[in-house]
T-cell receptor
């Protein structure tokens, strides 16, 4: 489990500010994912990446930007934070996208005030 | 894209009884169905998974069944214990097009095991 880490663990930011959530994995997994978790909605996919320099939108991508210049890092940026983006964000990685376990980071609790 | 429905949203059982959580999925191309357990304040962790070429899989008190024709799969927990209390998520994974894969989750079931 220590192989995938998120930072920061907690973040409070103001509406309109840009904020970046970091995700780092040490397994050289091909796939990485970003989910947000909200009460009543479960885990909703924001963006995912099949490999370095390859990213795709998930279910709720609006207001978010991702990049993946290196296999081990997959940062998520909120370009102009809104209160509706207050959530717990989980990063995950898997060896391949199909038929393999996804390992989750410990999560980042983001509050937008 | 894939849509995963999960029921019930909450489930309370007496210790020692069985618990069943059901999920349906929409994309017939999905071929991998994991179940995750999330304890309060912690990250989701895989407890069992099943692939489309298998109808049932069991691991001690936990079993999962898959019906590809009906596009539904279920989690069965027998002889429940208080430590089984958590939120359980089902998920489905398949080719989202262009050879890449998404992992789509249901909304979760909060299981409470009453001692």
């Amino acid at each position: 489990d220590a192989g995938i880490t998120q930072s920061p663990r907690y973040k409070i930011t103001e509406t309109g500010r840009q904020v970046t959530l970091m995700c780092h994995q040490t397994w050289s997994h091909s796939y990485m994912f970003w989910y947000r978790q909200d009460l009543g909605h479960g885990l909703r996919l924001i963006y995912y990446s099949a490999a370095a320099d390859i990213t795709d939108k998930g279910e709720v991508p609006d207001g978010y930007v991702v990049s993946r210049s290196k296999t081990e890092n997959f940062p998520l940026t909120l370009e102009s934070a809104t209160r509706s983006q207050t959530s717990v964000y989980f990063c995950a990685s898997s060896v391949s996208g199909s038929n393999t376990e996804a390992f989750f980071g410990q999560g980042t609790r983001l509050t937008v005030v | 894209g894939e849509n995963v429905e999960q029921h019930p949203s909450t489930l309370s059982v007496q210790e020692g009884d069985s618990a069943v959580i059901k999920c349906t999925y929409s994309d017939s191309a999905s071929n991998y169905f994991p179940w995750y357990k999330q304890e309060l304040g912690k990250r989701p962790q895989l407890i069992i998974d099943i692939r489309s070429n298998v109808g049932e899989k069991k691991d001690q008190r936990i079993a999962v069944t898959l019906n590809k024709t009906a596009k539904h799969f279920s989690l069965h927990i027998t002889e429940t214990q208080p430590e089984d209390s958590a939120v359980y998520f089902c998920a489905a994974s398949g080719d989202s097009g262009a050879g890449s894969y998404q992992l789509t989750f249901g909304k979760g079931t909060k299981l409470s095991v009453i001692p």
